[in-house]
Antibody, heavy 117, light 110 residues
Framework: QVQLQESGPGLVKPSETLSLTCTVS????????WSWIRQPPGKGLEWIGY???????NYNPSLKSRVIISIDTSKNQFSLSLTSVTAADTAMYYC???????????WGQGTLVTVSS | QSALTQPASVSGSPGQSITISCTGT?????????VSWYQQHPGKAPKLMIY???NRPSGVSNRFSGSKSGNTASLTISGLQAEDEADYYC??????????FGGGTKLTVL
């Protein structure tokens, strides 16, 4: 059974960079797409982007200028970097496995990131 | 890309059937059979219920079914049960090789 676990700071200051890592266990990171999805408190889901195990990425156009998703297959980890954050970036951030880049079949439990000074 | 349109809320009594709609455009729902549906209970991560319009993952009850007509996809839950009370989100692949979610629908079981 594939399991995903997000890790990273729960508090980030405005204008700084949000950095999260997702560790995949119970299966190989190879052969799949790996996504980041977020959910502001009390609001809906927003797709951030994905990375294929080979390194190919695709991002939400509205976030593309601020987002980088990277992958380390040797550690079975992938990461999210979101620059120049504001309060609007406060959200639960989920990492997930994406089947063929079309839908998520495994989710992490999520990690809450608050942007505040 | 704009979020897909879902009703904010739907409700039904135990045993009844309900349908949640998800309206997109010719660039997402209308052009691809890659619509998925997720169930989210409070404080929990979403769970995949339907993928590629009408396919159910292993372990998902056959009370859940999906369909699509034109730019609108639908999720139908039959034989409504108390445990079905949750938020439901649709999601579609787009022509830009990205994905877009709907705004979510809160299902209340009366």
């Amino acid at each position: 059974q594939v399991q995903l676990q997000e890790s990273g700071p729960g508090l980030v200051k405005p204008s700084e960079t949000l950095s999260l890592t997702c560790t995949v266990s119970g299966g190989s990171i190879s052969g799949y797409y790996w996504s980041w999805i977020r959910q502001p408190p009390g609001k809906g889901l927003e797709w951030i982007g994905y990375i294929y195990y080979s390194g190919t990425t695709n991002y939400n156009p509205s976030l593309k200028s601020r987002v980088i998703i990277s992958i380390d297959t040797s550690k079975n980890q992938f990461s999210l970097s979101l620059t120049s954050v504001t309060a609007a970036d406060t959200a639960m951030y989920y990492c997930a496995r994406d089947s063929r880049g079309l839908h998520v079949d495994y989710w992490g439990q999520g990690t809450l990131v608050t942007v505040s000074s | 890309q704009s979020a897909l349109t879902q009703p904010a809320s739907v409700s039904g009594s135990p045993g009844q059937s309900i349908t949640i709609s998800c309206t997109g455009t010719n660039s997402d729902v209308g052009d691809y059979n890659f619509v998925s549906w997720y169930q989210q209970h409070p404080g929990k991560a979403p769970k995949l219920m339907i993928y590629e319009v009408y396919n159910r993952p292993s372990g998902v009850s056959n009370r859940f079914s999906g369909s699509k007509s034109g730019n609108t996809a639908s999720l139908t839950i039959s034989g409504l049960q108390a445990e079905d009370e949750a938020d439901y989100y649709c999601c579609s692949y787009t022509g830009s090789r990205t994905q877009v979610f709907g705004g979510g629908t809160k299902l209340t079981v009366l």
